[in-house]
């Protein structure tokens, strides 16, 4: 059997679970061949990962891509570095005929969403953005709940995100502490958010409002807690003993390894001050969309909270679907498992006209994101023969179609004015989507329980 051959370029924290599905899960069918980064530190570390696994791969600098591709040929590049370099490298690697999985946002604005779409087009080549957060069982349920006629045709969705001190800070140490880097967190963050609308309702944004600010990582609050002799960074604060946002890369040996070990090479800190003046993106952000099949969504995101995860809720024509989940406590690189489901805070009941409220059973399964990472990885690299009912694998139109909301967002804060997505964009076809009810559909009184099906029970226990 011939092996697809894989190049990845960024080597940082989300890069590992790439490479580790390559390397190790589907070593039979995959062959990671080269990797590109701007810190050879990093580069090595990677290097001497795969040595470890009877793994020889070549290794090239940012400014070396071409000559990887030319040299190493590989069939995918797996773009994983900081956001605003994603367009980059997916439009060079499509225009040297490779294909490409690139992690999410797809990019960071409007321009270089249309280099990406007119990229594409011209070339040909496949490009897929791994959005994890489709493949969580618990948000897979929803899309069969809304899919199944339960509540009717939606018309409203009340969806409000909640970071916690932990994971929300540690987007205000990093690079995603600029807009020039991330998007902000309506890009960088809220894409999962504004992709798991656009799919579980099955259609596309129109218009965008949005109103934000930087209300609690900013310095008035580290001199309310008395942190008015704070460094630049974490390591060595002279504030650190008072901190409960100090972070300390030495405790961590992932992030001692990948980051305080290698600064050196790229100049990059890790351990910004999370009330550092010059942070430019909000941490409080509301937003109202209207979407094309006439349904509007409110959304706000809040990163400063005290536990991590999501309320959502939909208003059909028969009926209210009421969905919350929280989620573990982690930041990047801590050592565990990102964004797993807390089984006793998830739940989804359903409210029907002219009948008694009922929960519904949460499908479940272990591992990051709410049980998304492995399943995901799975279609990534050995996709199910048989088509998957829910189209939960994307490409560079829902890809574009996520960021749009955001990019449109910052738009309106930035003009306190709604913003038209066709104004952003063009030549954008709708991704492929699952059919759902119909407005004009009888209000019959549907009960669905929602019990998990044969196929994702399986689906489960081969990931155990």
């Known amino acids: 059997m011939t092996k697809i051959r894989y190049a990845q370029v960024g080597i940082g924290g989300r890069s590992q679970l790439f490479s580790r599905a390559i390397v190790e899960e589907f070593a039979d069918t995959s062959e990671l061949v080269a990797l590109c980064d701007n810190n050879v530190g990093r580069l090595r570390l990677r290097v001497g990962w795969a040595g470890e696994r009877d793994v020889e791969v070549k290794t090239y600098q940012d400014d070396e891509f071409d000559r990887m591709i030319a040299e190493t040929r590989p069939d995918v590049v797996i773009v994983t570095t900081q956001d605003s370099l994603h367009d ?13 999985m690139t992690e999410k946002p797809m990019t960071t604005d409007e321009q270089k969403c249309q280099r990406i779409i007119d ?8 490009c897929t953005v791994t959005f994890n957060y489709r493949y969580a069982p618990p948000r897979t349920q929803i899309k069969d709940l809304l899919m ?26 990093r690079w995603h502490r600029h807009k020039r880097n991330s998007g902000g967190l309506m890009v960088h963050k809220a894409t999962h958010h504004f992709d798991l609308v656009n799919w579980w309702l099955s259609t596309v944004p129109e218009t965008v409002y949005a109103t934000g600010t930087r209300n609690f990582y900013r310095p008035e609050t580290a001199d309310r807690y008395g942190l008015t002799q704070r460094g630049q960074r974490c390591l060595d604060c002279p504030a650190a003993a008072k901190c409960s946002f100090h972070l300390d890369l030495r405790e961590y040996p992932e992030l001692r390894r990948m980051y305080l070990e290698t600064e050196q090479h790229d100049g990059y800190f890790r351990d910004r001050c999370v009330f550092g003046a010059d942070i430019d993106i909000e941490d409080t952000v509301d937003v109202v969309v209207n979407y094309r099949n006439g349904a509007m969504m409110s959304y706000s995101l809040h990163s400063f909270m005290p536990w991590e995860g999501y309320i959502v809720t939909f208003n059909g024509v028969k009926g209210r679907l009421e969905h919350i989940c929280q989620e573990s406590v982690y930041f990047s690189g801590d050592g565990s498992v990102p964004g797993e489901l807390m089984p006793e805070g998830t739940k989804i009941k359903i409210f029907l006209h002219s009948q008694s409220a009922y929960g519904v059973e949460i499908w479940q399964s272990e591992g990051g994101h709410g049980g998304a990472d492995p399943i995901m990885v799975k279609d990534l690299f050995a996709p199910a023969s048989v088509e998957d009912k829910y189209k939960r694998a994307a490409d560079y ?3 574009a179609w996520s960021i749009l909301t955001g990019v449109a967002a910052n738009r309106s804060m930035a003009s306190g004015k709604p913003v038209r997505i066709d104004d952003l964009i063009h030549n954008l076809p709708d991704p492929d989507y699952p059919p759902m009810p119909a407005p004009t559909d009888p209000l019959e009184i549907v009960s669905q329980k929602s019990a998990a099906p044969e196929w994702f029970k399986k689906e489960v226990r081969d990931e155990k």
């Not at 980059?88 to 294909?99: Q, S, V």
């Not at 990229?119 to 496949?126: A, D, I, N, P």
């Open 88 to 100: 980059k490298y997916i439009c060079r690697a499509m225009e040297l005929g490779c294909d490409v």
């Open 148 to 173: 199944s006629g339960v509540i009717g045709n939606v018309v409203s969705v009340d969806f409000h995100w909640l970071l916690d001190t932990r994971h929300g800070a540690d987007y205000f140490r």
């Open 119 to 126: 990229t594409q087009h011209k070339t040909g080549r496949q």
């Open 397 to 399: 139109r829902s890809g």
